[in-house]
């Protein structure tokens, strides 16, 4: 089977990749570096020929509403019109868990217009809401530093490992669409600060780490389960001990 991952020279796309080709899959890496550009449609329609999955791991460069909600869109339309004109039987796309609820940030709500366009589609569909990634905490715990302090969310988080996702996501793509969202996380929850803390701890950095409930989260007041799944999930094996282990986070 031919399977097109779009953004598959990434950190979760290579990763992909290599699992799908393990399993005998005729697999394709679509980035700009391999000739297709979504954002433009070039080299969509050649790439699409023969393909029966396509995943969509591409990802907006900015954080910002606007920016990243015309990114989201314009690649959307331009995928999924190709996906449809090739015939494709099921597209994956990786989202975020949080985006439809209240109080998601700018970010997720960019997401959320992508999963709009995925749902109105004609093509069968699977939307996989996954959670942060452990690779996203030292950028979590470097956005929020406050003079000599890191202040952060009292609110849960449950990460989850690249490893992980990129076994849920090539898992997903050789399932039968589930024309709605699955959802995985990491097998630890607890709170965003404490968490942290521990991080800060193992990695030898001496930075405070303060627990605020009004701490925003790039730009949005969180409650206590906006970054974790409500229901059913599948979850990573990696927790953030033996995720560190097997990095080089504290090397």
Same mark, same amino acid.
Do not use: C
């Given at each position: ?56 791991? &591409?990802?907006? !460069? ?10 989201? =869109? /314009? +690649?959307?339309?331009?995928? $999924? %019109? ?90 997903? &793509?050789?399932? !039968? ?10 097998? =630890? /929850? +607890?709170?965003?600060?404490? $968490? %942290? ?55």
């Amino acid at each position: 089977m031919k399977i097109l991952v779009i953004g598959g020279t990434g950190r979760i796309g290579s990763k992909v990749v290599e699992r799908l080709r393990a399993k005998g899959h005729e697999v394709v890496p679509a980035a700009p570096s391999t000739g297709v550009d979504v954002l433009t449609g070039e080299g969509l329609d050649a790439a699409m020929t023969g393909t029966s999955v396509v995943v969509d791991l &591409a990802n907006s !460069p900015s954080f910002e509403r606007d920016a990243a909600r015309t990114f989201f =869109e /314009r +690649a959307g339309n331009n995928v $999924l %019109a190709a996906e449809a004109k090739a015939g494709v039987k099921h597209h994956v796309a990786l989202s975020v868990v949080g985006t439809e609820r209240p109080e998601a940030n700018d970010y997720f709500l960019a997401k959320r217009a992508q999963e709009d366009l995925i749902r109105n589609a004609s093509v069968p569909y699977t939307i996989i809401h996954s959670t942060q990634f452990y690779e996203f905490l030292p950028g979590i715990i470097d956005s929020a530093v406050d003079g000599t302090k890191v202040r952060l969310s009292t609110a849960n988080i449950q990460p989850i490992a690249a490893e992980d996702v990129a076994d849920a996501v090539a898992r997903i &793509a050789l399932d !039968p669409p589930a024309n709605g969202v699955v959802q995985i996380a990491g097998p =630890e /929850r +607890a709170p965003l600060d404490e $968490l %942290a803390r521990r991080y800060l701890q193992i990695v030898k950095d001496p930075r405070e780490v303060v627990g605020d409930a009004q701490a925003l989260y790039f730009g949005a007041a969180l409650k206590t389960n906006t970054l974790v799944p409500e229901g059913d999930a599948w979850h990573g094996a990696l927790n953030l001990d033996r995720w560190i282990a097997q990095s080089d986070v504290a090397r």
